[in-house]
């Protein structure tokens, strides 16, 4: 019998003790040995709980339990949870978690004390909920060199803009249907800024090329400024406005950014559902992979975490090997050198010579139009140029028109 | 060091020691040891080959050098492949193969032996290329319940059906395309009767029911009955044709079916491109997971056997635990009692009093039409039923109109 503590019972903790509860026996079949919930954490009484009996609120009943060989961390947020995880690990005791905030803050730091001590450090759950990535990265595409990674990694952004794209809501309304729905916080800062998404490319990025990618070393746009115009120029141009997170290999350095994106439709990100979230892997011999999936949500993340849980019960002896080296961001070119074509949206009074001065200072920029746009309005997309050349030029070209947008067009 | 032998030097074999010599180091440092290819088994020359020297026509050379700890079988069928595999799985060798019929006739035989000898037998390459699905299904959805697995795991019918679909191109003119292309074998059966995709169908079904599953207990139909005026029936009726392999549970039973089938436009399967895959697996607790990728061609496939070659040598102490126990087939629920709503396509003269007829023999019918239909044609979708209902029924049909063809509409 392998004996474990869970450290939080919210949403996903409630779930993981769920899982564990009523599949005991085909996870005891699958691991050949019970997996047993000695403790949970949690200031919080839950009285109604089938092991009510089983909860503490003192973390050293967890830390000081030699029984207890794997915790599970699913607190959110960094204090006290890194702390605890940190502990826990030097205790020797393996560690799962499903918090991305802590893995991309601290994950260099946490997977060397792992090591150190040969036990496992594992967050399958931190990135795309119920969808396997992380270990398909690490295992299956590991004969792989890693191009590039596109993904939609936040389902509380791709609602809100699904919304947007179509059911003409605005920004705020979408926003507001999706606390309604449950799907986005009171505070959505951390999704709607970008955060989220950005934390997730981290986590891929450090595991694929191997250095530690802090999220402060990642240009990070939300999608608070994407307008229902944009939207519609998105779809006359042939996408939609996604927020995607990217990161890409450029020689021996990445470039990686999370900002909203136009997504051509040829490139299934651009018709992910609601809260699903999708990510695109490319590799120089396995060509495009992708993984879809419920990327948040009790079950989906606590079969995930749980997924972990049987992990280490199988490689208790002999650990996982991820790991990553920890970076000081060096390894991220600065984003003003990353190179997309761009869409504009200006206002004039004269469109038809703002956009002849746009082709003057861009370059041939291919104009789109939208049914039922003001007359004001002039919108095009220019060719591939480096973010600074086009801030550089932008600032020129204000000089003749408005600029109201300015959106990324993906390279995935 | 780590030295492994490769069996098969084809399409797949090539690119297994391309990926290995070109990407010695990196994959060195993943695995903490070098892989070195000591022997290559063909019976063919290579004269040019950079690691000419190595070749060898004798299996005797590879299964009795205690120094090979690993052999990569990638020769392709049954004979001589199962002997070579089986002899060194024996002789306490590990061994990877891309091989869906071996694993899908002597699959439960084989893991039993490698369980025995303490080694490992992985087939990751051997359904969906390279994308990640044996891995992801065993370890990553370990929690779940698994309800339902569907996938068009066939790219060379899947190529064909989208020519058909996209290009109004007859069966036999986009069959001819596939072959041209190098998608199609010069005998295409196994691709064009549904086996290949059956074969992967059965592994899947092995691998998460637990009981192996042999192509003889799952019904299999090909696509070669299936016309143009099928693929315009699909498009007016709001999706498309695809041949869909399938298993589900049912009690503790599953069905297991191989067959094309009217997939909704809502579906992403509906809209796979070309050559590739894709698999929709749902969970109980992690809800719908899609796996998407190339399915087959040299370097995909290579890479997601070299990645098991990887996975081999570092649970070289700790093996992998994939297993299934053996079956006879009583596990398969028989496919007459598969539940599904079907299309038909009839000939009559008095079309209005074919489908009067459908109606009172089907219950209530959706007509459908397609533009330029001609006068005698007569399609429509009836309710749910079982195929040995529907059978009868059409039986009893027939005696109206003339039954053009009949297809299952599939639920996903």
């Known amino acids: 019998m392998i004996q474990i503590a869970v450290m939080g019972h919210g949403v996903v903790g409630s ?40 909860f503490t609120k003192d973390f050293n009943e967890i830390v000081s339990d030699d029984e207890i060989s794997v915790v599970v961390e699913v607190m959110g947020g960094l204090k006290p949870a890194y ?20 893995v991309a803050a601290k994950g260099a730091e946490l997977l060397a004390i792992a090591e150190e001590k040969n036990v496992n450090f594992l967050f ?35 609602f809100i803009l699904n919304k947007m794209i179509n059911d003409n809501m605005s920004f705020e309304d979408a926003l507001k249907l999706a606390q309604d729905k449950g799907y986005a916080e009171r505070n959505p800062a951390a999704d709607i800024e970008g955060h989220d998404a950005c934390r997730k490319i981290c986590i891929l990025a450090s595991l694929v090329y191997g250095t530690h990618v802090y999220p402060e070393s990642v ?20 996408g939609a406005v996604k927020l995607i997170a990217s990161a890409r290999k450029n020689g021996d350095k990445q470039e990686i950014i999370t900002a909203p994106m136009f997504v051509s439709s040829d490139c299934q990100l651009s018709n992910v559902d609601g809260v699903y979230n999708e990510l695109l892997v490319r590799g120089d011999s396995s060509g495009t992979i992708g993984f879809y999936g419920r990327g948040a949500g009790k079950l989906p993340t606590a079969s995930a975490v749980v997924a972990d849980v049987m992990d280490c019960v199988l490689h208790k ?77 932008c600032a020129e070209f204000a000089k003749y028109a408005e600029v109201q947008s300015t959106i990324r067009i993906a390279k995935i």
Chains 1, 2 share one sequence.
């Open 124 to 158: 399958e759950a931190s990135v795309g909920g119920a969808i396997p990535i992380i270990r398909p990265l690490h295992q299956c595409l590991a004969a792989n060199d890693i191009e590039k990674i596109n993904g939609i990694l936040n389902g509380t952004t791709n």
């Open 317 to 393: 002896d002999e650990r996982r090997n991820i790991m990553w080296k920890d970076g000081s961001g060096e390894n991220v070119l600065p984003y003003e050198g990353y190179v997309n074509a761009m869409y504009v949206l200006a206002e004039a009074d004269d469109t038809d010579a703002a956009l002849a001065k746009a082709n003057e200072i861009f370059g041939e920029c291919e104009k789109i139009t939208r049914p039922g746009a003001d007359a004001r309005e002039a919108a095009f997309i220019t060719g591939e140029l480096s973010y600074s050349d086009f801030t550089a030029k």
């Open 83 to 102: 702390d605890f995880v940190k502990q826990c690990l030097e205790s020797g005791k393996s560690v799962v978690t499903s918090n991305k905030e802590l």
């Open 15 to 54: 779930g993981v003790t769920e899982i564990l509860l009523n599949h005991t026996e085909s996870i005891a079949k699958k691991v050949k040995e019970e997996i047993y919930i000695k403790k949970v954490l949690d200031l919080r009484e839950f009285p109604d709980s089938p092991i009510a009996d089983r």
């Open 219 to 238: 240009h990070t746009e939300g999608i608070t400024k994407v307008s229902l115009k944009d939207v519609e120029y998105a779809r006359a141009w042939g």
